[in-house]
């Protein structure tokens, strides 16, 4: 089907479910509660679906969910019914905006995996066999497979790291903006999974740039001012350097290309700089300084 099928298709679906709705219901208070009962599509459903596709991402999904909750998940007819369904079903176990992830399987070889945030279907993934259906086509395949489920579904912890002692370079002032490059990489995966990044993206790719900036030049004065080795201090700025220019090009293509797959990328590079850069290259200068008894006052 045509993109521009599936997008008027999605908006009849809309359409409907808002004029069926009952008098007094509201429908949009921002908690997530007052959605219970009905369950909407997300306008980006086809975009976020594939973070859904992006194995490192389900997998830290998978690792942060609390409170999972298992239910049957019966399928009928038409999208409209499978989301009366999934609303009837479903609604009643989200206790606020989540975001919420559903994960259904079937006896014969078909799963569903799915992001629910403020009442909005963010995600869908749909696979059967060798067969990936993302977006609104997963829903239309469901609903044609009329099947029924076991699912469980668990809100999404969108923490996923926290500084801790263990990531400190022995230096306040560097501690603290290392802290928030921890916050970068929340706001990375809480952007994915709540289907926001589109909206949220260009903040936190400016937040990751000043970062870059900021942080670095702060490192490298430091390194500067207490007579780092030259060698070592090269090697580091020559990291830096990378760093910042992959950065520059995430923020290019995230203005003119997949923001969704910009997401992706990004969240596996900082992670990536948590680990082999903050423990290992900067941890250097720790032992340096800690090994001739310089105290950098910063
Ligand atoms: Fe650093
Ligand atoms: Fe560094």
């Known amino acids: 089907m045509a993109l521009g099928g599936l997008f008027r298709r999605r908006e009849k679906i809309t359409t409907i479910r808002d004029e069926r709705l009952s008098p007094g219901v509201r429908v949009d208070s921002g908690n997530g509660k007052a959605n219970a009962g009905r369950i909407l599509l997300s306008n980006n459903i086809n975009v976020y679906s594939e973070v859904l596709s992006i194995p490192d991402v389900v997998y830290n999904i998978v690792m942060n969910l609390a409170g999972s909750r298992f239910i049957r998940l019966d399928v009928e007819g038409s999208v409209e019914a499978t989301l009366d369904k999934l609303a009837s ?21 078909v799963s569903i995996r799915s992001l629910i945030y403020n009442g909005r279907i963010v995600a869908f993934v749909l696979e059967e066999g060798r067969m990936v259906y993302k977006g ?3 829903l239309e395949h469901l609903a044609r497979l009329r099947g029924s489920y076991n699912a469980s579904i668990g809100l999404v912890k969108t923490r996923i790291v926290e500084w801790s002692p263990e990531y400190s370079v022995g230096i306040p002032v560097l501690d603290k ?15 994915m999974v709540t289907g926001l990044f589109e909206d949220r993206g260009d903040n936190i790719m400016r937040q990751l740039r000043m970062y870059t900036q900021g942080h670095f030049t702060s490192e490298e004065r430091i390194m500067e001012k ?4 030259e060698d070592l201090y090269e090697d580091h700025r020559k990291h830096h350097n990378l760093f910042r220019g992959a950065v520059d090009s995430y923020y290019e293509e995230y203005n003119t290309g ?20 903050i423990l290992g290259v900067d941890k250097k200068y720790e032992e340096y300084f800690k090994m001739l008894g310089i105290k950098v006052e910063a």
């Open 177 to 191: 903006q290392h802290a928030t490059f921890f916050e970068i990489i929340n706001s990375i995966f809480e952007s």
């Open 258 to 277: 997949n923001r969704v797959a910009v997401a992706a990328r990004l969240f596996e590079v900082t992670r990536t700089w948590l680990r082999d850069h």
């Open 226 to 229: 207490y007579h780092y080795p």
């Open 136 to 138: 609104i086509e997963a």
């Open 89 to 109: 079903q479903v609604a009643p176990l989200l206790e606020g905006p989540g975001p919420y992830y559903l994960y259904a399987g079937s006896g014969d070889g």
